[in-house]
C-alpha cells in the first residue's frame, strides 16, 4: 500500500506517496480536514510510527484507489474548515462528476452568484483538500487551464487520469 507515516504535532496526518508526488493527509474523529501537496519528492518526513486513525486510513485506501482507476467517488467524512462561502464553493465542487469539467463562470451561476467567478476562483484556491474537492475539474472559459494550486502540470494529470479511467457511455 505504500509508505505511510503518522504523527500528532497538532492534528493526526499520513503521508501517501502518488504519481503526482507525496500527499500529506491530516484529520482526525471529525473528518478529513487537508489533503496538500508536499514540496519535496522522494520520502517523507518520518512519523511516530502509531497506527493512523481509521479516518486517515480509509483516505490513504480510498486516494490510493483513485489513483488506480478503481474510485470514482470518495466516500470520506470531510471536516471543511472555511468560510460560509467558501464551504458552499467547496461542497458545489464536490458535486462535479468524475471525468468532467466545469468553468469557474458556470460554478458561479449554479451557486446563484453568476458575476462571482473571481470569488468562486479564489474559494477554490484556498481549497485545502486537494482531489477529495475535485477543484481541478473546474477550468477556466473554453476548458483552458488555470490555476490550480497543486501546479498546471498536476491539474493536467489527473484530468487525463480521469478522462482515461472515467465510464464510457455507450
Known sequence: MGHMEYTMPDTPYLTLPTPIGWLRVSGDEHGIQKVSFLAVQG????????PAPPCLAEAASQLLAY???????FTLPLALIGTSFQCLVWQETRQIPYGHT???QWLAKRLGKP???RAVGQALH???LAILVPCHRVVGVAGR???Y?????RKRFLL???NRCAPRQR
Open 145 to 147: 487551464l488555470t490555476g
Open 115 to 117: 458575476g462571482a467567478s
Open 149 to 153: 494550486a497543486g501546479g498546471l502540470a
Open 126 to 128: 484556498r481549497n485545502p
Open 67 to 73: 489513483f488506480q482507476g478503481r474510485l470514482l467517488t
Open 102 to 104: 466545469v468553468s469557474y
Open 43 to 50: 520520502e517523507p518526513p518520518a512519523g511516530a510510527g502509531d
Open 160 to 162: 487525463k487520469h480521469e
